[in-house]
């Protein structure tokens, strides 16, 4: 029967310091450890230390009611060292992190850029229904069929032109409102 007592008593250190230094840090920007260590993908670190708590307490569970195979021990007490360590080189690491840059600002364009990029869009738009007109005109005005072909095939990219434009157009006045939201 192995002794599970030990791993208990440091868990439950790891879980007032981890306690501790969630309340000081707070969340990462991304998750914390790597998802084949740890099921849930958090950005917290009392989490990981209540997954590894969870593990503890099945692995002792099934001690209790003698169906501890030692593979599965191995296995799972590998898993559970790993995940300790883990979180270990996390509080180690935790001065080093402090002084790592925030996440970068993002650049963003000035609103005059946002109203500019909208005016072009709103020509582009006029010139490709004007285009439009002129090939549904073209096309009614075919005699053979392979024109209409051409024309029609032309009609459809201008359309779907068109479409694009218009969601860039959509995409722009929602950045604009936005923006003006916010001040």
């Known amino acids: 029967m192995i002794d599970l007592s030990r791993l208990q008593e440091l868990i439950e250190q790891l879980q007032h310091q981890a ?8 969340e990462a920007q991304r ?12 950005k917290l670190l ?5 997954e590894v ?3 503890l307490a099945a692995l002792q569970k099934e001690q209790q009611a003698g169906k501890l195979l030692p593979e599965r021990t191995q296995h799972v007490c590998e898993k559970l060292i790993a995940q300790i360590h883990a979180i270990q080189r996390e509080f180690a690491t935790q001065k080093i992190r402090k002084n790592e840059p925030k996440q970068a600002v993002r650049w963003q364009r000035s609103i005059n850029d946002i109203y500019q990029d909208l005016n072009k869009h709103k020509e582009w ?4 229904k004007s285009m439009l007109r002129d090939k549904e005109a073209i096309f009614n005005r075919c005699n053979s069929q392979f024109e209409q072909q051409q024309a029609q095939k032309e009609i459809l990219a201008l359309e779907g032109r068109i479409n694009r434009c218009q969601a860039a157009l959509i995409q722009l006045e929602n950045e604009i409102n936005r923006r003006e939201r916010k001040g």
């Open 53 to 55: 708590a969870q593990e």
């Open 31 to 42: 998750p914390l450890f790597d998802q084949q260590l740890f099921r849930n993908h958090s």
């Open 125 to 128: 738009e006029r010139r490709l």
């Open 46 to 50: 009392t989490p990981c230390v209540a």
């Open 19 to 26: 306690a501790e230094t969630d309340r000081i840090r707070g």
